[in-house]
Each structure stands twice: as C-alpha cells, then as structure tokens.
C-alpha cells in the first residue's frame, strides 16, 4: 500500500509563490508516473502536471510557463513549483502516483489566491 502526503499549501497573493510536496511511502515511486492535480469548487479533478519513470513531464495548458514538477527518486518526493500564481489557481492539490494501472491518491492540500 502506497500512502501519499502532501504538503505547502496556504493562501498566497496574486502573483506570489508556493511550492507543493508530496512524499510517498513503499518502494514502487521510482518506477511509477507521478502528477498533481487540482480540484475547484463545484468543477472536476484535472491534471495540472506530471512526470513519468523516465522523465517525460507534462503540463495543463493553464500553467504552463509558471509552474514546474520535479521528482526526486532517493526521497520518494514530487514536488510542483508554483510561480506567478492567479486566483483561478485556486484549488484542493493532490498527488498522485500511477503504478502498473493503480492510481494512489493524497487527502490534498488547499491552495488559495486571493488579495
């Protein structure tokens, strides 16, 4: 069993920054997929970015250009790197882990934009 926790959320200003942990328990997180995503009120779950095994990311149209995932296998930890942040950036985060077809969710982290 795969157990995620994530961390660094809080209320930011516009344009501020933040940057989001989630650290993974068990020995599968250097041979799994990893991403955050992000939930608003009253709207769907959706990627925000992620990172294969090998490296390959990918990001959400919306936050390209201003944020930035990173894994680091010895620490069993991805992160995402939030710059310039907006108040429609505002959201529940949450990791996950995808190994061999079984997703692994966090309880998330609220992010909140507001002046």
């Known amino acids: 069993q795969v157990q995620l926790v994530e961390s660094g959320g809080g209320l930011v200003q516009p344009g501020g920054s933040l940057k989001l942990s989630c650290a993974a328990s068990?020995?599968?997180?250097?041979?799994?997929?990893v991403g955050w995503y992000r939930q608003a009120p009253g709207k769907q779950r959706d990627l925000v970015a992620g990172?294969?095994?090998?490296?390959?990311?990918n990001y959400a149209d919306s936050v390209k250009g201003r944020f930035t995932i990173s894994r680091v296998n010895a620490k069993n930890t991805v992160y995402l790197q939030m710059n310039t942040l907006k108040p429609e950036d505002t959201a529940v985060y949450y990791c996950?882990?995808?190994?061999?077809?079984?997703?692994?969710w966090g309880k998330g982290t609220l992010v909140t934009v507001s002046s």
């Open positions: 996950n882990v995808r190994h061999i077809g079984v997703n692994y």
């Open positions: 068990g020995r599968i997180f250097s041979t799994a997929s």
């Open positions: 990172i294969t095994s090998s490296g390959s990311i």
